[in-house]
């Protein structure tokens, strides 16, 4: 009898480990592995926030920086938008702005299209610099492509050809 009762606990244990340990075994390691995954991601989620702050915040901080990016490198030429801006700076530097000439919008490169803006303006030497400095440091990316200025009595007076850049047209 003790051969029968060897020869069931050897089955009994054959099943055991066959039927239930096995794939009780892989149930358990996995589980292991996605609770390391959980504890990680719960570690980057409470360093995101301890960097970034909360996740709303740092969606209303990303969207504020990409709505600064459209302003300053725009899906379109928004040119009035600019020569009002260059109204506002000539006003804020008591720079006479004499006559304002659009040009037309043409593709550079396959991303991005320009457009020239010709300014006529008059204002003495630190007025013209500070209304230059502020046109190029705005909140649109703009670049000088001509300057002509003349001096007459302390006066500054000629053209400032800007040339705005947005992102071109996908067609």
Do not use: W
Request: contains cysteine; proline residues 2%.
């Amino acid at each position: 009898m003790p051969f029968v009762t060897i020869a069931v606990c050897c089955v009994v244990t054959f099943f055991f480990a066959v039927i239930i340990y096995e794939p009780i075994k892989s149930e358990i390691f996995l589980m292991q592995t996605e609770t390391k995954k959980l504890h990680a991601a719960e570690i980057e989620i409470e360093n995101f926030e301890n960097l970034h702050g909360s996740f709303e915040n740092f969606s209303a901080l990303t969207e504020s920086h990409l709505q600064t990016t459209r302003e300053f490198l725009p899906a379109e030429s928004l040119q009035d938008n600019f020569v009002a801006e260059i109204y506002k700076v000539a006003e804020k530097n008591k720079i006479l702005v004499n006559s304002i000439q659009i040009g037309e919008v043409e593709s550079v490169e396959e991303n991005f299209s320009r457009q020239s803006i010709k300014v006529k303006i008059e204002g003495d030497y630190i007025s013209t610099l500070n209304f230059l400095r502020e046109i190029i440091d705005g909140e649109r990316f703009a670049t000088i492509e001509n300057l002509t200025l003349e001096s007459k009595e302390n006066i500054l007076s000629g053209d400032v050809e800007f040339l705005i850049f947005s992102v071109a047209a996908s067609g």
